[in-house]
């Protein structure tokens, strides 16, 4: 296995920018995921429904989010993930995902993660993760 | 009216998790760590697979009938929107790996004119023991 990272109360984790989000890049996740509801892939249907065009699926900035997380900390350090969507994402928007150390208990970590567009959350997140404990040598 | 209520289970999906479904979460989410593609790096790092992307379960939607168990749970699609899904990793799944992912209702509740149910699936690998559960809380907005 992969040495754990070390984490300190208060890190800022790396940002990373995604995007601006485009329709090759909804219909991409929506074949790897299956999600074929017609908000995501029909202009129409989405207009019909209120928006300007297609959005994007939620699952769509949890896998951005959680990317970050497990290029970060490692898949198989990470315990516990959980996202609440916010707000729908639209096509051209670019998400910029961040993360904060909330507390460091012994090899667990607890995170507070975030998926924004234009400084507007659209998704938060936490994550607890096995990190390296402070009296690890 | 609803056909299914708390504790009862909505659905049951079996699955395998295979490399190139991986490989696909891990492009359509922009990971970076080469773990999930590159067979060298994984082994290297203890897996005998590709391990998956954390939110690899989702691949259950390709073997889901929406609309069948919206319907089910007495939801109108038009008004559902997922409000929050969280993930609880107890090993990493790895390609090759066989799961039967069970749904169940567990809770179902009604605030601010809004309705609020949690579904809980347990994924069980093909020795039957649990590897993942992922909690889903499904919305429906009023009318």
């Not at chain 1, 959680?66 to 900390?73: G, H, V």
């Not at chain 2, 190139?20 to 790092?45: L, W, Y």
């Not at chain 2, 992307?53 to 390709?62: A, E, K, N, P």
């Amino acid at each position: 296995m992969r040495p754990p990272r070390v984490a300190v109360v208060g890190e800022s984790l790396d940002r990373r920018l995604i995007g601006p989000v485009s329709r090759a890049d909804i219909v991409r996740f929506a074949g790897a995921g299956g999600d074929f509801n017609p908000l995501h892939h029909d202009p129409e249907f989405a207009r019909a429904a209120g928006f300007d065009d297609v959005i994007a699926m939620g699952q769509y900035q949890a896998g951005l989010l959680a990317a970050l997380l497990s290029d970060l900390f490692g898949v198989e350090n990470v315990l516990e993930f959980g996202v609440r969507f916010v707000r729908p994402v639209g096509l051209g928007d670019t998400v910029e995902l961040s993360g904060e150390v909330m507390t460091v208990t012994g090899v667990v970590a607890d995170l507070k993660l975030t998926a924004s567009v234009e400084g507007e959350p659209v998704v938060t997140g936490t994550a607890r993760v096995r990190v390296q404990g402070e009296d690890t040598p | 009216m609803n056909s299914i209520g708390i504790g009862d289970t909505v659905d049951i999906v079996l699955f395998d998790v295979e490399s190139g479904k991986i490989r696909e979460f891990a492009v359509s989410t922009a990971v970076t760590d080469p773990i999930h593609t590159e067979r060298d790096v994984a082994r290297d790092a203890g897996f005998a697979s590709l391990p998956a992307t954390l939110t690899h379960s989702v691949v259950t939607g390709h073997q889901r009938d929406q609309h069948a168990f919206v319907s089910a749970l007495g939801l109108d699609i038009s008004r559902v929107v997922v409000g929050s899904v969280s993930w609880r990793y107890l090993r990493t799944l790895v390609a090759g790996d066989s799961l039967t992912a069970t749904r169940t209702v567990i809770a179902d509740e009604s605030k601010r004119g809004m309705r609020f149910v949690t579904l809980e699936t347990a994924f069980a690998d093909a020795e039957g023991a649990l590897v993942l559960t992922q909690t889903d809380v499904l919305i429906e907005r009023a009318a």
